[in-house]
């Protein structure tokens, strides 16, 4: 058994585990990839004040977002395909962050159903949407989530077009995936995925597919993705959706100051600053890098989460400190129920609260909720 001590040991047992057409959709950026190397790259210069001698009993990482209490302010990104890392692994993530007392967000792109999802966890997750041109179909999705019990509308404003992926295009990503004689040599290669597979029945987009109008099957379901992201999109969609939800609602994909200062006269809860790990706008700023100015432009008005490059506590508390109420892990996440499923996903949670804990205490904190840029180096961020 392989010791798992830190995301990246996640990481290579996954790709080790999962075929390439799908641990190369997780892993990928677009075009250069610049913009996602620098979401992790950019939290190395930010240093931390290293406190002793200070009381560290009795420490806390409980907050809230959107005014939820979570365990620790870390929460699960909605990645699409997550069923197709591991079989059935939206459920499994779900359960996981539910052992963990953290927020789940299922992505409108996943395998499992919302409803499937619900019926498999006792907790309620969040839903994330994306702007589709057939408001209807939004309609009920909106309405599917408000029936299973979720918590909170994860709004992402950022997918109206599409980043390239040269890996995708390459690979020929499907889902399930084409059966042509490279992508069977390389699944032969992963006998506990394809053993997972074939004992599940959830490998198409389950949110989509005999939901959508003229959608059967897989092939029409991707015509139809492609030509369903809405150009058109504007803030009035934005007020329209919010008031269709009636519940929380967070912003995805904010990563300017002026869109900030519009998301929080939307009337949303919170805004989440992510170039979508990088697989949109290549060439963006880190999302570590754009958080201290889009914090100073909301002021309190709205809280203000984050996403982008973490794969560790360490990473965690900085973002904190720079202004962030909560945070997002996305692929490392993926990374462990890719290497070990429920489990892996587990030890994900386990790895980054372990680091965030003991991080907290060098820098001689007790709670999670009084971190700010005290704890860091002035001039490192
Ligand atoms: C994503 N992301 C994403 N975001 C979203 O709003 N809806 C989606 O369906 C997806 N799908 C998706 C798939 C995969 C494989 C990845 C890696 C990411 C973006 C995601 O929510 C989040 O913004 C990033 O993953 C955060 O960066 P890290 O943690 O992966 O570095």
């Not at 392989?2 to 995301?7: E, K, N, P, V, Y």
């Not at 019926?119 to 989530?145: G, N, S």
């Not at 995925?193 to 389950?206: A, D, E, I």
Request: aromatic fraction near 6%; proline fraction near 3%.
């Amino acid at each position: 058994m392989t010791t798992i001590t830190c995301i990246e040991d996640l990481r290579v047992l996954a790709q080790r585990r999962v075929p390439r057409m799908f641990y190369d959709y997780a892993d990928a950026g677009s075009w250069t990839e610049s913009t996602y190397r620098a979401n992790s790259g950019d939290f190395a210069p930010i240093k931390f004040r290293q406190r002793v001698a200070v009381n560290l009993e009795n420490r806390s990482l409980a907050s809230t977002m959107v005014g939820q209490a979570v365990a620790m302010p870390v929460a699960l990104a909605p990645t699409g395909l997550t069923g197709m890392q591991h079989a059935d692994g939206e459920i499994l993530a779900a359960r996981a962050a539910e052992q963990f007392g953290v927020p789940f967000t299922l992505s409108t792109m996943s395998i499992c159903s919302i409803e499937d999802v619900a019926a498999h966890t006792t907790q309620p997750f969040w839903f994330q949407l994306y702007v589709m041109k057939d408001r209807a179909f939004i309609e009920r999705l909106i309405e599917r989530a408000k029936a299973a019990g979720c918590s909170a509308l994860v709004l992402t404003l950022d997918l109206q077009v599409l980043g390239q992926r040269h890996k995708d295009l390459r690979n020929g990503l499907s889902a399930p995936p084409r059966l042509t004689a490279a992508n069977l040599l390389n699944m032969a290669g992963k006998p506990r995925w394809c053993l997972g597979m074939l004992g599940t029945r959830r490998r198409g987009f389950g949110n989509i597919i005999g939901h959508a109008t003229s959608v059967s099957d897989m092939s029409s379901l991707s015509a139809w993705t492609q030509q369903q992201f809405d150009l058109s999109l504007s803030w009035h969609d934005v007020e329209w959706i919010k008031r269709r939800w009636g519940g929380k609602l967070i912003i995805k994909g904010i990563m300017d100051a002026e869109d900030a200062r519009l998301a929080a006269a939307s009337g949303a809860d919170a805004l989440i600053v992510s170039n979508h790990g990088g697989r949109q706008l290549d060439g963006a700023q880190s999302s570590i890098g754009a958080l201290p100015a889009i914090a100073a432009a909301v002021g309190g008005q709205i809280e203000v989460h984050m996403d982008g490059g973490i794969r560790s506590g360490q990473d965690v508390i900085k973002a904190l400190a720079l202004g962030a109420r909560g945070v997002y892990i996305g692929r490392p996440f993926l990374y462990g129920l890719g290497a070990l499923g429920q489990a892996g996903v587990s030890k994900c949670l386990d790895i980054i609260r372990n680091e965030l804990d003991l991080t907290m205490a060098f820098c001689g904190l007790r709670d999670v909720t009084r971190v700010d840029h005290n704890i860091l180096l002035p001039g490192s961020f």
